[in-house]
């Protein structure tokens, strides 16, 4: 046991970075995590926590600085629990991100393969569809922003880097209502309050614009003049919805949405597929590298309109219908119904009818398609950060399809499935990351996998 205790100071060598992108040094042989440092740094550290193996600490002071470490754009960084690479150039995020995947499939799966340089964006910012404002009391004052670093506590934020300027000045104006009619905010302690968060969500290549506003309630007071200064306020603003939420609970928002103006849906383009989005409906939010990875998907996939193709996790159908326009017959398996629905919409409005999207756990109908003798020529799969479960794997063994195509968010899952792969028959042949959310440790793969 080592006598290292929390408030003491210590002088570190960084020589790795974990998967949450904190620096890895070592005090007296005992694995330090080190929240702001960098690979290559010699750091001052205070320790915060300590265990029996490692200890986590934070950088007080910086003795010698890596050339890939920047000034934080945000002035927010030290606060916000969104990003954690504030402080990494992009193009060492980047750098980290390949390594992490090499670090993953290499330790966890023993996976000796062509890892490629992940692919990032030419303008790294207001690239989120999507954003998730709270909204609460801090000193007494009405804000929006983002929970700090593994808490819920709100950090006041006008205006988000990473998020579509539209999405910023919905929170404004949401924000100015507030304050102005003194309309109750919700309270995590008490459970009291009415409004709990703003969520918007913006469609890159049509321009349309939703804002959602979840309550703790069955309807807000001032409605009018609330749609009235989103209508003056937003370009492009296509709908307006409460969504009830009177549950104690962190899920942010609840099942029953009231359209309060305009359409329950926007309308968003991938290549020349129109979605339909609603507000409860996964879709990918980066839409600039979402159409990088599918595009990076298909061509492994590569399909020459002939193929029976299975699409495992599908969503709202998103991939199936990028790979029905160049296959024979695509099958797609989802569990949530809604999403389900969702997908069978999309094929309609595109008029894509070679496709059959199947309601249900992949661990229960992947089975019953092997068993029924189905022939797939490709399986593509972009399960949960979970990963998928062994029957699934087994499934698709069985089924025998000459080609995988694996879309993932979670590169140490993604190993232990490559290992369950190659030791039943199949081979990696080339992992291409693709930075989907940058200035955040996360990195999303696509990998080309071929029978043996
Ligand atoms: N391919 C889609 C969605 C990927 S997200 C896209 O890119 O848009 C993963 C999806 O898997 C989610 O839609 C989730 O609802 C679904 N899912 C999670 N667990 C599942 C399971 N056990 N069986 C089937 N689908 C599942």
């Given at each position: 046991m080592h006598d290292i205790k929390p408030g003491e100071n210590y002088e570190i060598l960084i020589d790795n970075m974990a998967h949450e992108g904190q620096g890895v040094g070592r005090?007296?042989?005992?694995?330090?995590?080190?929240?702001?440092?960098?690979?290559?740094?010699?750091?001052?550290?205070?320790?915060?926590k300590v265990s029996k193996n490692y200890v986590i600490g934070h950088v007080v002071e910086i003795l010698e600085k890596s050339k890939d470490r920047v000034d934080p754009l945000c002035p927010y960084s030290d606060k916000c629990g969104g990003c954690s690479l504030q402080h990494l150039s992009y193009e060492g995020q980047l750098k980290f991100k390949t390594q992490k995947v090499k670090d993953n499939l290499e330790?966890?799966?023993?996976?000796?393969?062509?890892?490629?340089?992940?692919?990032?964006?030419?303008?790294?910012?207001?690239?989120?569809?999507?954003?998730?404002?709270?909204?609460?009391?801090?000193?007494?004052k009405i804000v929006t922003?983002?929970?700090?670093?593994?808490?819920?506590?709100?950090?006041?934020?006008?205006?988000?880097?990473?998020?579509?300027?539209?999405?910023?000045?919905?929170?404004?104006?949401?924000?100015?209502?507030?304050?102005?009619?003194?309309?109750?905010?919700?309270?995590?302690k008490t459970g009291k309050g009415l409004i709990r968060h703003i969520v918007t969500r913006?469609?890159?290549?049509?321009?349309?614009?939703?804002?959602?506003?979840?309550?703790?309630?069955?309807?807000?007071?001032?409605?009018?003049?609330?749609?009235?200064?989103?209508?003056?306020?937003?370009?492009g603003l296509k709908s307006v919805i409460l969504n009830i939420n009177t549950r104690k609970t962190n899920v942010i928002m609840g099942d029953h949405n009231i359209t309060v103006y305009g359409s329950d849906r926007i309308i968003d383009y991938i290549s020349d597929i129109k979605f339909e989005i609603s507000p409860l409906s996964f879709f990918q939010v980066n839409p600039v590298q979402t159409e990088v990875l599918y595009k990076k998907a298909l061509e492994n996939a590569d399909l020459k309109n002939n193929e029976t193709v299975i699409d495992v996790y599908s969503g709202i159908g998103t991939i199936s219908l990028l790979a029905a326009q160049k296959a024979a017959f695509v099958?797609?398996?989802?569990?949530?119904?809604q999403a389900v629905e969702d997908a069978k919409r999309n094929s309609h409005i595109?008029?894509?009818?070679?496709?059959?999207?199947?309601?249900?756990?992949?661990?229960?109908?992947?089975?019953?398609?092997?068993?029924?003798?189905?022939?797939?020529?490709?399986?593509?799969m972009d399960p949960p950060r979970k990963g998928c479960d062994k029957s699934v794997l087994d499934a698709v063994i069985k089924i025998n399809s000459p080609k995988i195509v694996y879309v993932s968010c979670n590169p140490s899952t993604l190993a232990r499935d490559l290992r369950y792969l190659e030791?039943?028959?199949?081979?990696?042949?080339?992992?291409?990351?693709?930075?989907?959310?940058?200035?955040t440790y996360h990195v999303e793969c696509v990998v080309k996998i071929e029978k043996k």
């Open positions: 005090i007296h042989g005992i694995a330090a995590f080190i929240e702001g440092a960098l690979a290559g740094e010699k750091v001052v550290a205070q320790i915060d330790r966890i799966g023993k996976i000796y393969t062509r890892i490629n340089d992940t692919i990032g964006m030419e303008s790294p910012f207001r690239y989120r569809n999507k954003a998730q404002f709270p909204v609460g009391r801090v000193d007494n922003g983002f929970y700090s670093f593994h808490s819920h506590n709100i950090v006041p934020i006008e205006s988000c880097m990473i998020q579509h300027e539209i999405s910023d000045e919905i929170a404004m104006v949401v924000r100015n209502w507030i304050r102005k009619y003194n309309i109750s905010v919700y309270d995590e913006v469609a890159y290549k049509t321009k349309e614009v939703m804002a959602v506003i979840v309550i703790n309630g069955d309807h807000i007071p001032y409605k009018e003049e609330l749609i009235n200064d989103l209508k003056e306020n937003i370009k099958y797609g398996i989802e569990s949530v119904y595109n008029n894509i009818n070679n496709v059959k999207f199947i309601s249900g756990d992949a661990e229960k109908v992947m089975p019953e398609l092997a068993d029924k003798g189905i022939n797939a020529d490709v399986v593509i030791d039943n028959g199949y081979r990696t042949i080339e992992v291409q990351p693709v930075d989907m959310f940058p200035y």
